[in-house]
């Protein structure tokens, strides 16, 4: 048997979801700027390229937006933010290192770099983008989020809600090994 | 040649920029040392510097235009009413159920199962037509199938006369006998003409002592009545 509602409140109801849903929308907005640059940043940490960065960063938002409902916490956000970017530009960076190994899987071993090859910007670049890959997930993202600009040891460990000398530990380990690799 | 005992030291001096006293003093005698650690400096400066232009950059002008785009193309956020814990719970406790459900049934079945032996077996002859319908009257009911499915397990039936073994014998002569005395007592309250009475009834006698006694009380009440004292 069907209950018996009066139209005036199914409307109320619906004009509330209304509110609701747009005041979500106001608030979503607002962290926009902000969340999609650090977004966007920690992805170009991982990737070292603009555009995959950027299409990282859009789904990374995209997710956060479903989920926004559950992460109006600022703080909260944000965590989430860095995580779920961390995780989405690991992830494009397998699949686009797949597609590149499958298209230059013709191609001979190239001569190892000499000293002044290293010296190059370019190549130290790409050594260092190595090194970085052999890093744990952990100490990569202490290592990206302590290199962005208005991030202190403080912020990175409240970011990631561990404590400031976990984050230490991790970022003294990693510059260590990225050096013991590049020297 | 680097002092092997000065090396960690050298390169947490060019990681964090501290020095401390003791190795600055020995960098002050030795050549090659501070040569390493302007070395280890200028590597972990060009690592920082790389990772910070890696890092740091902006993204293009369209990135909040195609932002705002793909989320105009998204439905609306979810209520935290969606949150994922609740159909978890949901998805947990239908679980519980469909593992709890066949063991409750296992044990109720296997309760009834131990119970079964010791149930009644009606005598065979005379008088067994009757002796099973005053037992099934009482409840008592004679099982001829071991094996019962599960839902009808679950079914109320009626309470059961649970008799040992040895006993059983004696059980039925007294349900026997019980149905004799229903019959008899049948027999009394229905009228003569509806109901045909056999030989063996025998109808109720009542004592003369009983009747004697209920007119002497009428008596001495009849009594106490009629004293002219008690009246009010």
């Not at chain 1, 989405?88 to 597609?99: E, I, K, M, T």
């Not at chain 2, 309250?189 to 002592?209: C, D, F, G, R």
Request: aromatic residues 4%.
């Amino acid at each position: 048997m069907q209950e018996f509602t009066w139209p005036g409140r199914a409307a109320e109801t619906e004009l509330a979801l209304d509110l609701e849903k747009a005041a979500l929308r106001r608030e979503f907005e607002q962290r926009l700027k902000e969340c999609g640059t650090l977004a966007f940043r920690v992805a170009r940490g991982v990737l070292r390229n603009a555009a995959d960065a950027e299409d990282v960063a859009q789904e990374a938002m995209l997710r956060s937006y479903r989920r926004f409902a559950g992460l109006r916490d600022p703080s909260r956000f944000r965590a989430w933010l860095v995580r779920i970017s961390f995780r989405l530009a690991l992830d494009h960076g397998r699949s686009a290192r797949r597609r590149e190994q499958r298209e230059t899987a013709w191609a001979t071993d190239l001569p190892k770099p000499t000293a002044e090859d290293i010296a190059a910007s370019n190549e130290f670049g790409r050594r260092l983008q190595e090194a970085m890959a052999e890093l744990s997930e952990k100490s990569r993202l202490v290592l990206l989020l302590t290199s962005m600009d208005g991030h202190s040891l403080e912020q990175v460990a409240e970011l990631l809600r561990l404590p400031l000398g976990t984050v230490k530990s991790r970022l003294h380990s990693a510059r260590k090994q990225l050096a013991e690799k590049l020297r | 040649m680097t002092c092997d005992k000065y090396e960690n030291a050298l390169l947490a001096a060019a990681s964090n920029g501290e020095l401390d006293a003791k190795l600055a003093r020995h960098l002050e005698r030795c050549s090659t040392c501070r040569m390493t650690l302007r070395s280890e400096r200028e590597l972990f400066s060009r690592i920082d510097s790389a990772l910070r232009a890696q890092v740091n950059g902006e993204p293009g002008p369209d990135f909040l235009v195609q932002l705002r785009l793909q989320l105009s193309k998204e439905p609306t956020a979810r209520s935290g009413s969606d949150h994922p814990w609740h159909v978890a719970g949901a998805a947990l406790a239908l679980v519980l159920i469909a593992m709890l459900y066949p063991l409750m049934n296992a044990r109720q079945s296997g309760v009834q199962g131990s119970l079964q032996s010791p149930t009644i077996k009606l005598p065979q002859g005379a008088g067994v037509r009757q002796s099973a319908r005053a037992a099934e009257d009482l409840g008592v009911r004679s099982r001829h199938h071991s094996k019962r499915p599960a839902v009808e397990s679950a079914v109320p039936q009626e309470p059961e006369v649970l008799v040992p073994p040895d006993e059983q014998q004696a059980f039925a002569q007294f349900v026997a006998c019980v149905a004799r005395r229903d019959a008899i007592a049948e027999a009394v309250v229905t009228p003569v003409a509806n109901k045909l009475v056999t030989n063996t009834t025998e109808l109720p006698q009542v004592s003369s002592l009983e009747l004697a006694d209920l007119e002497l009380a009428q008596a001495r009440q009849e009594e106490w009545v009629d004293q002219p004292g008690n009246s009010e």
